[in-house]
């Protein structure tokens, strides 16, 4: 199994930026996509960006496309959401996910297999 830490949430303005962090351990050999998802209050779980455990995909929701930026370093297991022009509607629970096996990217939260325990965010105006 893969286990995910979540960490550098916290309290920023509008306009500001803030960097969560995802460190992964266990069987990341196993990991073939890593994903940042979303949940506000009252809002159900949303896809923020996803990447290849190769590094070399991307995908993004069109919400945060020029503003959010993921990437990862092998060396440490890590997956990073650079967040930057921050809005008050990113405000929410950042979670980290793992999908196992092969393909393409996918979006869909039930087709990733682990998940992390969240990092709230908060965007003031």
């Known amino acids: 199994q893969v286990q995910l830490v979540e960490s550098g949430g916290g309290l920023v303005q509008a306009g500001g930026s803030l960097r969560v962090s995802c460190a992964a351990s266990g069987r990341t050999s196993s990991v073939n996509t890593m994903a940042w998802f979303r949940q506000a209050p009252g809002k159900e779980r949303e896809f923020v960006a996803a990447i290849s455990w190769s590094g070399d995909s991307t995908y993004y929701a069109e919400s945060v496309k020029g503003r959010f930026t993921i990437s990862r370093d092998n060396a440490k297991n890590t997956v990073y959401l650079q967040m930057n022009s921050l809005k008050p509607e990113d405000t929410a629970v950042y979670y980290c996910?793992?999908?196992?096996?092969?393909?393409?990217?996918?979006?869909?939260?039930?087709?990733?297999?682990?998940w992390g325990q969240g990092t709230q965010v908060t965007v003031s105006s």
């Open positions: 996910a793992a999908k196992y096996g092969s393909g393409y990217i996918v979006t869909p939260m039930w087709e990733y297999d682990r």
